[in-house]
């Protein structure tokens, strides 16, 4: 499968940004999908997750209550809405797909993603 991420961008503390993750190349069997982010000299951790079905999700503490994510099967798609960015999201940030995974199932382990998508790179300001 590939992976395309859109949505990154510059914008200050307090503001938006809705991150896009549109795959190609295969539809089935199930699978999950990511988001993860890496900062300069830090390893890249899991931020969100949703299983194939859409109806389970997974998110990191510094996420939880700000980034929603979510996906529409009809066009592919897996979308990270981030609200009240902080400096300390700033980051690029990656999609990823798994292998086969049952259709309710969130991984949460960068090595459990085989398929990975270019980066999009957030950038927030003070």
């Known amino acids: 499968v590939q992976l395309q991420a859109s949505g990154g961008g510059l914008v200050q503390a307090g503001e938006s940004l809705r991150l896009s993750c549109a795959a190609s190349?295969?539809?089935?069997?199930?699978?999950?999908t990511g988001w993860f982010r890496q900062a300069p000299g830090k390893e890249r951790e899991f931020v969100a997750g949703?299983?194939?079905?859409?109806?389970?999700?997974e998110y990191t503490s510094a996420a939880l209550g700000r980034f929603i994510i979510s996906k529409d099967n009809a066009k592919n798609t897996v979308y990270l809405q981030m609200n009240s960015l902080r400096p300390e999201d700033t980051a690029v940030y990656y999609c990823?797909?798994?292998?086969?995974?049952?259709?309710?199932?969130?991984?949460?382990?960068?090595?459990?993603?085989?398929?990975w998508g270019q980066g999009t790179q957030v950038t927030v300001s003070s």
């Open positions: 949703i299983s194939w079905s859409g109806n389970r999700a």
């Open positions: 190349g295969r539809t089935s069997p199930s699978y999950g």
């Open positions: 990823a797909a798994t292998g086969p995974l049952a259709i309710n199932l969130v991984k949460t382990m960068v090595s459990s993603y085989e398929f």
